[in-house]
Every structure is written in C-alpha cells, then in structure tokens.
C-alpha cells in the first residue's frame, strides 16, 4: 500500500497524489527549495528576469517561490500529471487570475515553446524521471535566451547519498556531478557550477 502511493513521487495519481502533492508543499522539499534559491540568487539577477519556468513544477510552491524571487517575470510552470497541473494552479490561483502565471501540462522532451523564450527555466527534484535525458536538455537548451539560465536541484546525488528500495522502485536515475557536467556540457552549456552538501544534495546552475 504504502509503495503505490510512493509511486505518486514520479507521477501523482488520483487521491494519493493530491495528498503527496500537499505533503511535499508543506514538508518535504521546502528545504532544498530554499537552500537552491539561497545558491540561484548569488548567480542570477532574478528581479531582471521576464520569463521563468518550473518544469516539473509538482504542488506548485516553487512557482510561488520563482513569482515572489522574479517579481518583474511572468512565471510558467509545466508537469506532465493532471494532478500536479490542477494543485499548482490553485496553489498560485491569485497570480494566474492576474495573467502572471501560467501552468500547463506537457512533456519535457517536446516543449511547446518558441526557440529563446525563458531567462531561467529551475527543475526541482524531476530530472530523474526525464528520459530520454539527451533530448529533455536539448529542449531545455533551445528555448533557454541566450544568457539564461538552467537551474537543476536535487536531494540525491551527492557522494553520500545511497540508493534504497523506493528510488529502484521509482526507476529513478541518480545523476552524480560528473554525469550533470557531461550531460550539460555535451547539450552545448556552458559555466557550469556545481555544488554539494554532504547530506547528497546537489544543484548544478548552467548558462546557455
């Protein structure tokens, strides 16, 4: 019982999504979220940014977060469940009423998305799920303006981070530093930085 309603981490279903989706609001990835946009800040000048997007944007919270860091930006957010879609718009309903916010569904390897649109397009804990990866970050890469910015954020990947049963479970694909600088520098990004906590989080912040 308690695997299915993990499963929703990859994909939220039904009941067990919605409530997976509140959980992670609340609890589980406030954290990260705020030790990645402590680390984004230092890198980006985020109140000059016009276009952001959260792919695999979940519950919503870090859209609230890109429309609260990037006040002058019009914030979309992109997730391939129905659930996560329906939960990020009323989580933000105040800024989509006012035509500063946009979440729609999709697929991260086929984004419908002109060529240069976004400043800062921010992936918090998603990537592992993106397959084929190559061709998610080519379609990262390409609607990306020059300048902008991919912002990667996860809780595992770090040396001390250690696969259990629910990330096999998940077939999550755990993305090390070496494995991110490659994938990144392979799609045609470039300044790269990387960093680890000891606790395995790590986040990568690339430009196009």
Known sequence: MFDKF????????GLGGKLLLSRMNR???ARLAEWGFDLLAK??????MRAVMDVGCGGGANISRLLCNCPNAKVFGLDYSTVSVNKSLKHNKKAVKEGRCVVEQ????????DDNKFDLITAFETIYFWKPIEVAFSEIFRTL???GRFFICNDAGGAEW???KRSKMLD????????????????GFS????YIETDGRICAIAEK
Do not use: C, Q, W
């Open 106 to 113: 999709g697929d991260v390897t086929k984004l419908a998305f």
């Open 162 to 164: 250690i696969p259990g």
């Open 43 to 48: 890198h980006a000048e985020l109140s000059e």
């Open 172 to 187: 999550m694909t755990v993305y090390d530093e070496e494995s991110l600088r490659g994938l990144l520098g392979k799609t």
């Open 6 to 13: 993990y499963l929703n981490a990859r994909k939220p279903e």
């Open 27 to 29: 609890f589980g990835h």
């Open 145 to 147: 303006a020059k300048g």
């Open 191 to 194: 300044n790269v930085k990387i």
